[in-house]
């Protein structure tokens, strides 16, 4: 069974400019995470997706950072335009029903920000 | 408010000892999941253990065990007979299970083990 793809794998770009990373999560997970982890520190949550309604986006920067889960499948996560303190792994994770699951977390997207 | 304390920042131990990792909860929920990822040098984080806050019963997963007590609010893991493989940096994770859009998940800060040959 294929686990949860992202892609792209390292993302370089410079400040103010679009950015976007795609996230196939574990066929039959209903439930999507996103999330960004900075140097040293521990996964904090952007958005959690049930299906594709966005259940929990509370700490998602929203003048910035946009998502989507269409079909409620795979989910695109924007930022634009991006900053220097954007620069983090952005970790994709999906679970078969809500936060009571164990989640299953893909390889996640390097982006630098210069 | 959710908060999960990973006090150990970094650990390092010589190959084949036992080495413990603390993990301190904090919640209004009675109904809540724990959990225990690793995050090897590789970067992919990897479901270890889920636990619910109604059963305490510690667990044990060959050289991995896992004592839960919530007279303390603490679930912390145990590797016995440490291995270089061991070395990864090991979060834990607390979710309240409430009806879905209120269901909180929350990671630690983590701790970076590294098991010395």
């Known amino acids: 069974e294929a686990g949860v793809v992202q892609s792209p794998r390292y993302k370089i770009i410079e400040k103010k400019q679009p950015v976007a990373f795609w996230c196939n999560p574990i066929s039959g997970h209903n439930t999507l995470y996103w999330y960004r982890q900075n140097l040293g520190q521990g996964p904090e949550l952007l958005i959690r997706?049930?299906?594709?309604?966005?259940?929990?986006d509370s700490q998602l920067p929203k003048d910035r950072f946009s998502a989507e889960r269409l079909k409620g499948v795979d989910s695109t996560l924007k930022i634009q335009p991006a900053e220097l303190g954007d620069s983090a792994v952005y970790l994709c994770a999906s679970s078969l029903g809500g936060v009571s699951y164990e989640q299953f977390f893909g390889p996640g997207t390097r982006l630098t920000v210069l | 408010a959710q908060k999960v304390t990973q006090a150990q920042t970094e650990i390092s131990v010589v190959e084949k000892e036992d080495v413990t990792l603390d993990c301190v909860y904090e919640?209004?929920?009675?109904?809540?999941?724990l959990f225990w990822y690793k995050q090897p040098p590789s970067g992919e984080l990897v479901f270890l253990i889920r636990?619910?806050?109604?059963?305490?019963q510690n667990e044990i997963s060959g050289r991995y065990s896992w004592n839960f007590q919530k007279s303390t609010s603490s679930f912390n893991f145990t590797i016995t007979a440490s291995q270089v493989v061991d070395s990864a940096v090991y979060f834990c994770a607390l979710s309240e299970a409430r009806y879905s859009s209120a269901s909180k998940i929350i990671f630690g800060s983590g701790t970076r083990l590294s098991i010395r040959p």
């Open positions: 997706y049930e299906n594709e309604e966005a259940v929990d």
């Open positions: 919640t209004r929920d009675t109904t809540y999941y």
């Open positions: 636990r619910n806050s109604f059963d305490e």
